[in-house]
């Protein structure tokens, strides 16, 4: 069966500070892949997705970036860190194969807060 | 801009109640999806429904679309404590590739 892991699951990081976070998929191959935040009490706004390895959209322009050296890994980063990047960062995947039209399943997010 | 929008924002229900949890959208959809989110954790996938459907059950849940509306609900039969999660409605656009989350419903079933 398919799983999808998140680390760390809480972070404390100092203003200016860098970040990466990971994001892996197992039991899957070829997956498309997302990064979300949410901020306290509201939805998910999609922050990056990748089709492959390599191939990285944007949604929102911002201080973060995003990568995909493998083809189950994600990784969101930034180089510093800002007071606004504070929140719930949700990775998710779904099949090759259908895309948005399928259901997507979700890491168990990093709560990442910003000193 | 949030593409949907749950109506209402919170819910507190007494256990053995439904639950009715309606969500707006915008633009013309390829499907419509909810999710439920317990505190602190990820979102787990509960219904999907394409444009072409107009309603849809899985166990104690019952979903509608109405596309000439743009508007869909969520019902939850007989709730139980454990439901007490938010709920949240995404949509894909007509010829896009990614989910639109709305600001989701907090429902409190109490026990």
């Known amino acids: 069966s398919q799983t999808i892991h998140q680390w760390p699951a809480t972070l404390v990081q100092p203003v200016g500070s860098p970040l990466s976070l990971e994001c892996t998929v197992e039991?899957?191959?070829?997956?498309?892949l997302y990064w979300y935040r949410q901020a306290a009490g509201r939805g998910l706004q999609l922050l990056f997705y990748s089709v492959g390895i390599g191939q990285i959209s944007s949604e929102v322009p911002q201080n973060l970036s995003a990568s995909r050296p493998q083809d189950r890994q994600f990784i969101l980063s930034s180089k510093k860190l800002l007071l606004s990047d504070s929140g719930f960062y949700l990775c998710?995947?779904?099949?090759?194969?259908?895309?948005?039209?399928?259901?997507?399943?979700f890491g168990d997010g990093t709560r990442l807060s910003i000193l | 801009s949030q593409q949907g929008e749950e109506d209402p924002q919170a819910l507190s229900i007494q256990e053995g109640e439904n639950a009715t949890m309606n969500c707006s959208y915008k633009t013309s959809i390829n499907n419509l999806q909810w999710y439920r989110q317990n505190s602190g954790r990820g979102l787990v996938h509960l219904i999907l429904i394409r444009s072409n459907e107009r309603e849809k059950h899985s166990g104690r849940l019952r979903v509608t679309l109405d596309t000439s509306k743009k508007s869909s609900s969520l019902l939850i039969t007989a709730s139980r404590a454990a439901d007490t999660a938010s709920y949240f409605c995404?949509?894909?656009?007509?010829?896009?590739?990614?989910?639109?989350f709305g600001t989701g419903t907090r429902l409190t079933v109490i026990p």
């Open positions: 039991g899957t191959s070829n997956p498309n």
């Open positions: 998710a995947w779904t099949p090759q194969m259908g895309g948005a039209n399928q259901p997507q399943h």
């Open positions: 995404a949509t894909v656009k007509t010829g896009a590739n990614n989910l639109f």
